[in-house]
Each structure stands twice: as structure tokens, then as C-alpha cells.
């Protein structure tokens, strides 16, 4: 971040379950470093993947995180300059950067199998991620000359045998090897729906995020991220700006050392409110307090 430019900070939860400690910790984290620098904190509902996404979900997470103490200036139930801040509603930006990306060739399509990967609108996280494709239609010749995404699924080409390294502000330097920890990854659905890591990238660089704070589980996903901004930023200028700061902050586990998912009820925000916690009590479970 430049001096001078205004630290955009963003909370970015998905509406398919009760947010948890893991939530509280991050969110709670990516607010206080917006109000020490002076920031705009944005919320946005990432309900790409409208099989999972409910209503009611996204009505508790903006209650669970305002019970937390956690304000934002720009949402989807406050607007903001950069609205739509909820993807269900941004499919043309998306598109638009899937087009960019298709004329610049970093991009091609996938026949190989008939079902994507159902979780591929979700960040994924150590245990879920995509395995390494084979790269088999990688020299289809007709990826050129298609103009509509739909009907198969797209895959980012990626610059095989390549570091990807960067700065975490809270991990520090990290090291990636494209072909290695990832390879081939998918930036479009069969069904039409953009996958997670390009989302994340056209909304972060179109509603000016200037540091992205998450988990830790999606430092491979910040690498893939980075690769997809270097792309759309060889062709278009929304691009050209700089990539956001990262800081990674670490997980919360449950007692058995598992990495907190929406599957564990109990230790929702909305459990531990229903059950008596207060909001002290639950800051200090999540470790900030
Ligand atoms: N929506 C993602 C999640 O809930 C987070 C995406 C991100 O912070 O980039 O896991």
C-alpha cells in the first residue's frame, strides 16, 4: 500500500454455515487492523455457490458479527460504492475477466470430466483442495475461438516449474511452486458459476482491497490468486493497480487439533451466544482477547 492511499481492508464470509471461532478470530483480526490504520472495512456475502448459500445464514452472520462488536462502512445491507457486495449479483465482472483471460491465453477449457468439483466456488482449504490436474486438454486448439464459458469447465494455465513468493505480513516469506502445490486450477464452472479464486481476485481488485486478512489454510490459494492478478494485469488497466497485502492469521482447532469447519455446531458463535457466552468470553476462545 502506497503512503497516503486508504488501507481497504475486507471480511469475506461465505453463507453456508454458522460462523465459528475460526470466524471470530479472522474477522476480528481483519477489523482492528482496518481501524488502526484508519481503514474502510467491507463486507462481502461470497454466496457464489448457490447450492450451499441460504438466506438465513447470511442474516446470521451480519447479526453474529455485529453481537461481536465488528462494524463495516460498506456492505450488502449498508451499500457502498463498490456495490454489488454480494457475488451472486457480479456474474458480468467475472465474465469480463473470463474473457480477458480467454484473449490473453492464460486460460483454456476442460472436458475431462462431467462433474466439476462441487466444492470449486468454495475457498478450499488444506483437506479439500483440487488435486493435481494432468493437464490433459491443455493444448486444445479451440480454446481461442471460443467466445461463452458455458457448457464446460475452464482452467487457468499455469507457468509450470515457477516460484510464486510473497510477504505474508503475519507468516512471513512464503514459497510456492507452481506444478508442484498446485497445478492447473479450475476459474470457471461447467454450470456457469465462476470458481472461488477468481472471484476473489476481480472483486478484491474492483472494490480496491488493500490488504486481504484470512487464514492461514488459503496461503495456496493466495499463491493461485497472484498468479490470476498477474494475468488480468498484462490486459486491463483495473489490473495494473497493486496486488493487495496478505496477512494470514493462524487457525483455530478444535481440542482435537482439527482445523474449526461449519460442521462444528457447537462452537458457533450462534451456539455460544444461545448458550450463555458472552461476547468477552467468546474474543477470548477465538484467541484475540
Ligand atoms: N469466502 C471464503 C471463506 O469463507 C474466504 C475467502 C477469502 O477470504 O478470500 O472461506
Not at 451472486?88 to 468439483?117: N, T, V
Request: charged share 25%; net charge neutral; glycine share 8%.
Amino acid at each position: 500500500m502506497g503512503s497516503g492511499e486508504t488501507y481497504r481492508g475486507r471480511l469475506a464470509p461465505s453463507p453456508t454455515g454458522l460462523l465459528h471461532l475460526g470466524h471470530a478470530r479472522t474477522f476480528w483480526i481483519a477489523a482492528q487492523r482496518c481501524r488502526e490504520r484508519d481503514g474502510r472495512l467491507v463486507l462481502r456475502n461470497e454466496d457464489l455457490d448457490s447450492q450451499r448459500s441460504r438466506a438465513e445464514f447470511f442474516r446470521a452472520m451480519i447479526d453474529d458479527l455485529r453481537w461481536l462488536g465488528i462494524d463495516w462502512e460498506e456492505g450488502p445491507d449498508c451499500g457502498g460504492p463498490y456495490a454489488p457486495y454480494s457475488q451472486s449479483e457480479r456474474h458480468e465482472y467475472y465474465l469480463a475477466a473470463w474473457q480477458r483471460l480467454r484473449r490473453g491465453g492464460h486460460i483454456y477449457p476442460c472436458f475431462c470430466s462431467r462433474k466439476d468439483r462441487p466444492q470449486s466456488a468454495s475457498a478450499p482449504n488444506d483437506n479439500d483442495d483440487e488435486p493435481l490436474y494432468p493437464e490433459t486438454c491443455r493444448n486444445r486448439p479451440d480454446a481461442a475461438i471460443i467466445s461463452d464459458p458455458r457448457g464446460m469447465s475452464w482452467r487457468f494455465r499455469i507457468p509450470n516449474g515457477n516460484a510464486i513468493e510473497f510477504t505474508d505480513l503475519k507468516l512471513g516469506p512464503q514459497h510456492f511452486v507452481a506444478g508442484k502445490d498446485f497445478g492447473d486450477f479450475l476459474i470457471w464452472r461447467r454450470d456457469d458459476v465462476p470458481a472461488y479464486q477468481l472471484a476473489v481476485v476481480v472483486d478484491d481488485a474492483l472494490m480496491q482491497i488493500t490488504e486481504v486478512v484470512r487464514g492461514a489454510d488459503l496461503l495456496k490459494s493466495t499463491a493461485r490468486q497472484i498468479l490470476i492478478w498477474q494475468a488480468l494485469a498484462n490486459v486491463s488497466r483495473e489490473f495494473s493497480g497493486q496486488i493487495p497485502s496478505y496477512y494470514h492469521c493462524d487457525l483455530v482447532r478444535d481440542g482435537a487439533g482439527v482445523r474449526l469447519a461449519k460442521r462444528h455446531d457447537a462452537l458457533s458463535i450462534r451456539h455460544l451466544r444461545e448458550t450463555g457466552t458472552t461476547r468477552q468470553e467468546v474474543l477470548r476462545l477465538a484467541g484475540v482477547q
